[in-house]
């Protein structure tokens, strides 16, 4: 499905069906976890200094957040009779150093590692673009034609509310560990506004329903330094609290692939936070294929132990002559391989 949101949006809409419909929500699930293992490698790369909880605390809200929109789209998918396919479309449609999975910006590429300035601006907040662009203070991006995240979702609630059948609401999954429940029909716009309203903001307002900024604007927060306030007359500025940015490990981008020759002291804990990982995309797929709250409850333990396992990655110093540490490299394993 490499390039299946480009294809998904040529589609005119007087001929998208359910068929349409299946096929872009699976592709968006794959674009919502493709989000994941670069925020969260960056958090766990942050050491300490004057900024450091507040910062990975942010950054922690919006992996949060991403985890949440999954989950919805997981619903969705269900309610109209589809199947999610979370180690499936991982394992084909996301890959590091590469693109996001479907062909929205095409001209990025995304990549694992410690959490940088460049980090933030090239990528974080380039995955979080708003649709029609940011609010006139915020950080261009460069030109091009593609379809952004926000015009996606549009598409998809456009089909939505096409439809008269009720969404099925006995396969949706209810959770309060990932903030999720039963869709109705009627119920649809306001949760795909929700995703994009937390995800880029709207056209007039960097903060979400819940008062906090946009991912776009957390990321440019830690970018810029200081948070974003609304300012006297109108309009917005960062010249809120200071956000000093923190210490961090120096986790060198992390190759396609992985490190098929890492030191024998590391190859057995990539191994191990690989196999945790590849276990816990297992567990939500049965969760949401199977209707499986159990499964959903041993996914959350598992997602608790990814990060003392990445940790012990980013200890190791890369060979001699190489500048930085290790990291994890979020590769799903078939079982056969697991530790």
């Not at 946009?214 to 330094?225: P, S």
């Not at 309009?235 to 098929?260: E, H, S």
């Not at 199977?290 to 598992?302: C, F, G, Q, S, Y």
């Not at 990655?313 to 500048?323: E, F, G, S, T």
């Amino acid at each position: 499905m490499g390039n299946a949101i480009v294809e998904m949006m040529a589609v005119q809409p007087a001929h998208r069906d359910d068929a349409w419909l299946k096929k872009s929500l699976q592709a968006a699930i794959e674009l919502e976890l493709a989000t994941l293992p670069p925020y969260l490698c960056a958090k766990w790369s942050i050491k300490g200094g004057p900024g450091a909880q507040d910062i990975s605390d942010l950054i922690d809200t919006v992996v949060q957040e991403e985890m949440t929109h999954l989950g919805l789209v997981c619903n969705l998918l269900k309610g109209i009779g589809g199947t999610p396919k979370i180690a499936e479309g991982y394992r084909d449609n996301v890959h590091y150093p590469g693109p996001l999975p479907g062909g929205v910006r095409p001209r990025l590429t995304v990549f694992l590692s410690g959490l940088t300035k460049p980090l933030l601006h090239d990528v974080f907040m380039q995955i979080e673009f708003p649709e029609g662009g940011p609010i006139p203070f915020a950080l261009t991006a460069g030109g091009g034609t593609f379809p952004t995240i926000g015009a996606f979702y549009d598409a998809i609630e456009a089909e939505f509310k096409r439809r008269t059948q009720e969404l099925d609401q006995t396969k949706q999954i209810t959770s309060a560990a990932v903030h999720v429940a039963p869709i109705k029909l009627a119920k649809v716009s306001d949760t795909i506004d929700l995703i994009k309203s937390q995800g880029e903001g709207t056209s007039d307002n960097p903060f979400d329903s819940g008062g906090d900024p946009a991912h776009f604007y957390r990321f440019a927060e830690i970018y810029v330094g200081a948070k974003l306030k609304p300012v006297p007359g109108g309009g917005f500025a960062f010249n809120g609290d200071p956000l000093p940015f923190p210490d961090t490990q120096t986790v060198a981008p992390i190759p396609r692939g992985g490190f098929p020759n890492a030191a024998t002291d590391v190859a057995p804990l990539i191994a191990a936070f690989n196999s945790i990982f590849s276990n816990l995309l297992d567990k939500l797929d049965q969760t949401w294929q199977n209707t499986d709250l159990n499964a959903l409850k041993d996914a959350v333990t598992l997602m608790f132990q990814l990060e003392p396992a990445a940790k012990a990655i980013m200890q190791k110093p890369l060979p001699h002559r190489v500048d930085g540490f290790y990291g994890p490299d979020f590769r799903y394993l078939p079982p056969g391989q697991r530790v």
